[in-house]
């Protein structure tokens, strides 16, 4: 599976970006997938993932503001960014996994194929 990420950038606090994720060699519908999000000195966070049924789960601190979907027509993952803050300033990630395990999980270890990051910067 490849992963390429795209739509990261500067913004303004409180406004909105949307990230994207293509994937290639492989139909988006078998896989699990997640957006991580990785700040300098900090460990990478899974902030929201979508299962092989659909079922999306995200961190409480993006709940709300932040919601990811999929595209299967353009075999693309998505991450609509509202509301942004200075603390949603990282390297975003997007990560798949073929194995369905049935759960929708933000754990790094979940997921074996990784895309090269888009960096977020917001600024208040």
């Known amino acids: 599976v490849q992963l390429v990420e795209a739509g990261g950038g500067s913004m303004q606090a409180g406004g909105s970006v949307r990230l994207s994720c293509v994937v290639s060699?492989?139909?988006?519908?078998?896989?699990?997938m997640a957006w991580f999000r990785q700040a300098p000195g900090k460990e990478r966070e899974g902030i929201a993932a979508?299962?092989?049924?659909?079922?999306?789960c995200y961190a409480e601190s993006v709940k709300g503001r932040f919601t990811i979907s999929l595209d299967a027509a353009e075999n693309t993952l998505y991450l609509q960014m509202n509301s942004l803050e200075s603390e949603d300033t990282a390297m975003y990630y997007c990560a798949a996994e073929a194995r369905d395990i049935g759960l929708c999980s933000r754990e790094v270890s979940a997921y074996d194929s990784w895309g090269q990051g888009t960096q977020v910067t917001v600024s208040s």
């Open positions: 979508v299962n092989t049924h659909g079922n999306t």
């Open positions: 060699e492989y139909r988006i519908f078998y896989l699990r």
